[in-house]
């Protein structure tokens, strides 16, 4: 269970979150959309420690996030970053393979890369594709490898930020529905943030709205048609006009 | 009051920004004395830092070398000084222009990729992916350039050295009409240890400035294209200003103290 309570965060004047609370439960998959800027990765790079939150409490299974043996609570996050944040200065496998190459989980270099295939045949990847540069691969083709990546170390929570953005819609059916696979068959807690509400409707067990740096509604992806939250409503329907400003 | 609040908070940023240098300098090598240590990634700066540098800095140093022989004869004609040429060309580049015109070449061909390497990283979000991987990017970035380039400097420096005084060699003995054993005879005997130790000490100084400027500033870039260009420039103009600053100060403490 991830549990986020009172998280504020600002950047000079501009307060990104203003006291947002969330609770995931383990072994669910919680989709946060809200419109751009509205602070979804802000939340999620908290839980990481990539950002640290103004005040607020953040705890996984009980355990506050900002303390104890940082290296054991980020061995149980995989994430998979908007652009796949591949280094570029490795082959395909030593980057889906990079924690088990080194630190705590290291193993020997060839069972390593015989891991980094099976991942990689795991998110349809041929096992030619390991010795090739991210910089030869298609956006598709670096999605899948992140997450590839992602869930290498078989994590326990695993965090998607904007798993579609850039992809043609059926590259990201495909994606959707290795995200799903692969939580479902891991067991794992997800989190994924996106604009996307195909993916949305694919991925989540349940959302949170967010917005004005709060979350305005949280339920099973099952009510979100009938939530009767006006937030909720204009985003799913793509409406100008409603409660959330939009520029014009 | 304008421009007295202008120069004070101009001030006050630059004394910010080299505390937060120091800070940064104090902590990669806090990192340099801990493991984990990533043994092929310092393998692999010692190779971009060093070998792939030999050619830039070997066509440097004999040019370099070779024109010190020319003014050093020209000028020294004015006083019937020509016969010093050896001698003046062996401290001027072991002294002086071996480890300056290196640390600047370095400079411009490491730093400048060190930076926008890092900084393209942070701005792909790379390095949050290094955290997330439970890998500490200052041990896996900053720590084996820094610590390559404190090792592999020095060499560059020495192979500068011994090709700049090669370069003045060349041409006197073949334009100036200098007698090569003697040249050489002169060069070895002229020259002091402490010449060589100073040499090869701001060399490593040298690297450690190159090598954290690109790191540092590559760690802080902004974003975008914008934030790479500004930080690779910056961390340029950092080591540039730091290599010139280091050198005095040393040559201070060697040779007057």
């Known amino acids: 269970m991830i549990e986020m309570k009172g998280i504020q965060k600002a950047f000079g004047s501009n307060h990104v979150l203003r006291g947002l609370d969330l609770s995931i439960p383990k072994g669910t998959s919680m989709v946060i959309i809200g419109g751009s800027g509205t602070g979804k990765s802000i939340a999620l790079k908290c839980i990481l420690g990539l950002v640290k939150q103004d005040s607020g409490s953040i705890t996984v299974d009980g355990q506050d996030a900002s303390k104890g043996d940082r290296d054991a609570f980020l061995a149980r996050f995989g994430m998979l970053f908007q652009g796949g944040a591949l280094f570029d200065s490795l082959p395909v496998w030593q980057n889906v393979a990079f924690r088990l190459l080194r630190g705590s989980l290291k193993r020997p270099r060839e069972e390593a890369r015989e891991i980094a295939i099976e991942k990689l ?21 670096a999605k899948r490898v992140g997450l590839a990546r992602a869930i290498a170390a078989e994590p326990e929570i695993i965090f998607f930020d904007e ?23 891991m067991g794992a807690t997800a989190m994924t943030i996106t604009h996307d509400m195909t993916s949305v409707r694919a991925i989540a067990d349940n959302i949170a709205m967010l917005h004005d740096g709060v979350i305005q509604w949280t339920g099973p992806v099952s009510q979100m048609d009938t939530s009767g939250n006006p937030y909720l409503d204009q985003f799913i329907q793509g409406k100008a006009d409603g409660p959330i400003e939009a520029v014009r | 009051m304008k421009p007295l609040a202008l120069i004070g908070r101009t001030v006050m940023a630059a004394l910010a920004t080299i505390g937060r240098i120091a800070l940064f300098g104090v902590q990669a090598v806090s990192h340099m004395l801990r493991p984990p240590f990533y043994g092929r990634e310092f393998l692999s700066a010692l190779l971009n830092i060093g070998w792939l540098s030999l050619p830039v800095v070997g066509l440097t140093a004999v040019f370099t070398g070779g024109a010190l022989a020319l ?38 061909r490491v730093t400048s990729s060190i930076a926008a390497e890092i900084a393209t990283m942070k701005v792909t979000e790379q390095i949050d992916a290094l955290v997330t991987l439970s890998t500490h990017p ?4 900053t720590v084996p350039r820094v610590l390559a380039a404190v090792l592999v400097v020095p060499l560059l420096v020495g192979v500068g050295d011994i090709i700049g005084v090669f370069g003045g060699y060349a041409v006197a003995t073949g334009t100036l009409g200098f007698n090569p054993a003697g040249y050489i005879r002169n060069t070895v005997n002229f020259l002091e240890p402490l010449d060589i130790i100073s040499s090869l000490t701001k060399g490593a100084v040298f690297g450690f400035a190159a090598a954290l400027m690109g790191c540092f500033h590559g ?39």
Do not use: H
């Open chain 2, 138 to 141: 200052m041990k896996y970035l």
């Open chain 2, 71 to 108: 003014q050093i004869y020209a000028g020294g004609s004015r006083f019937n000084a020509e016969a010093v040429v050896p001698q003046i060309v062996a401290v001027g580049m072991v002294r002086e222009l071996g480890p300056v015109l290196v640390g600047l070449m370095i400079a411009a």
């Open chain 1, 121 to 141: 045949r795991r998110v349809g990847l041929k096992p030619d594709v390991a010795d090739r540069l991210p910089a030869e691969l298609s956006g598709g083709m």
């Open chain 1, 163 to 185: 798993p579609t953005t850039g992809l043609d819609p059926i590259m990201s059916g495909v994606i959707n529905e290795l995200i799903r696979e692969i939580v479902v068959e």
């Open chain 2, 219 to 257: 760690m802080n870039s902004g974003r975008g294209a914008m934030g790479v260009g500004r930080a690779t420039k910056s961390a340029v103009e950092g080591a540039a200003i730091l290599i010139l600053a280091a050198n005095f100060v040393l040559t201070g403490v060697f040779f007057t103290l």
